[in-house]
Nanobody, 124 residues
């Protein structure tokens, strides 16, 4: 089993930055690929970014490309999502997720473990 706990969400103005963290415990974090998803009210859960277990390969959705950066520190069992130039449409609950397959996935049903989410609100 893996437990994931997100932190770092909050309220920020348009153009501001936040860094989300995802602390993992349980199964060896370094063997898991990781992703970030978000869900706005009334919308489906949306893929944001993913990173392989080694951190050498990442993939971002078009909506955040050039603004968000996913990374991880396996020594700290923690993943990160650096969010810059935030826009009101980025407002959502952000979830981190992990999968045991060692690959990047953009669909949420291929992830095995989920955190509880952290709220990000961007004011205009």
């Amino acid at each position: 089993q893996v437990q994931l706990v997100e932190s770092g969400g909050g309220l920020v103005q348009t153009g501001g930055s936040l860094r989300l963290s995802c602390a993992a415990s349980g199964r060896t974090f370094s063997s898991l690929s990781m992703g970030w998803f978000r869900q706005a009210p009334g919308k489906e859960r949306e893929f944001v970014a993913a990173i392989t277990w080694s951190g050498t390969t990442t993939y971002n959705s078009d909506s955040v490309k050039g603004r968000f950066t996913i990374s991880r520190d396996n020594a700290k069992n923690t993943g990160y999502l650096q969010m810059n130039n935030l826009k009101p449409e980025d407002t959502a609950i952000y979830y981190c997720a992990a999968n045991m397959r060692g690959r990047l996935f953009t669909t949420y049903d291929l992830y095995d473990y989920w955190g509880q989410g952290t709220q990000v609100t961007v004011s205009s």
